[in-house]
T-cell receptor, first 117, second 114 residues
Framework: DTGVSQDPRHKITKRGQNVTFRCDPI?????LYWYRQTLGQGPEFLTY????????KSRLLSDRFSAERPKGSFSTLEIQRTEQGDSAMYLC???????????????FGDGTRLSIL | AQSVTQLDSHVSVSEGTPVLLRCNYS??????LFWYVQHPNKGLQLLLK??????LVKGINGFEAEFKKSETSFHLTKPSAHMSDAAEYFC????????????FGTGTRLTIIP
């Protein structure tokens, strides 16, 4: 179990630029989640995938945000035309998936910290 | 909809004394509740979970939490604090046994005084 891997760990960019983050889940985990955490706050849900299907998107995920998981393995989160308010830690989590009643824990990566200049 | 309220943004205790981090929840359905810990610049680690089994749940590193439906609370406790417990703690609620999106509280920063 190599854990959830996120790349890069840190990204500094100028306002208006596009950025893309990558998340590699634990192998054989069907579900993949993206969360955003701003300074002093708890993480907020953005979106999640069951295999390659994007099942739910938060209202926080504006039109400038897009997430993909093309082959049901790794996922990318792209932010277009970045704004100051996009500065945050972006966290990825994965889980085996399932509809209950057995709990399937979400395993988190260390996150990508985005700073907008 | 579901939500959690962490009643203290910052808690300080002396090493070796008990820890109490308070959390109240709101949920339209039977919730699943969790406590996660986050050390600086790291991801989140699951401490313990409640998914409708025993109301007193034990987690890692000596932490416990008790689900009290009548009080809509899920407070986190530890009998004796250790320096390594200093971190940010999040109370979390979810549906479907936790197999859906997690809704986090705003966090409680725990400081341990030597």
């Amino acid at each position: 179990d190599t854990g959830v891997s996120q790349d890069p760990r840190h990204k500094i960019t100028k306002r208006g630029q596009n950025v893309t983050f990558r998340c590699d889940p634990i192998s054989e985990h069907n579900r993949l989640y993206w969360y955003r955490q701003t300074l002093g706050q708890g993480p907020e849900f953005l979106t999640y995938f069951q295999n390659e299907a994007q099942l739910e998107k938060s209202r926080l995920l504006s039109d400038r945000f897009s997430a993909e998981r093309p082959k049901g393995s790794f996922s990318t989160l792209e932010i277009q035309r970045t704004e100051q308010g996009d500065s945050a830690m972006y966290l990825c989590a994965s889980s085996p998936g399932g509809a209950g009643p057995v709990y399937q824990p979400q395993h988190f990566g260390d996150g990508t910290r985005l700073s907008i200049l | 909809a579901q939500s959690v309220t962490q009643l203290d943004s910052h808690v300080s205790v002396s090493e070796g004394t008990p820890v109490l981090l308070r959390c109240n929840y709101s949920s339209s359905y039977s919730p699943s509740l969790f406590w996660y810990v986050q050390h600086p610049n790291k991801g989140l680690q699951l401490l313990l979970k409640y998914t409708s089994a025993a109301t007193l749940v034990k987690g890692i590193n000596g932490f416990e939490a008790e689900f009290k439906k009548s009080e809509t609370s899920f407070h986190l406790t530890k009998p004796s604090a250790h320096m390594s417990d200093a971190a940010e703690y999040f109370c979390v609620v979810s549906l479907n046994f936790g197999n859906e999106k997690l809704t986090f509280g705003t966090g409680t920063r725990l400081t341990i005084i030597p």
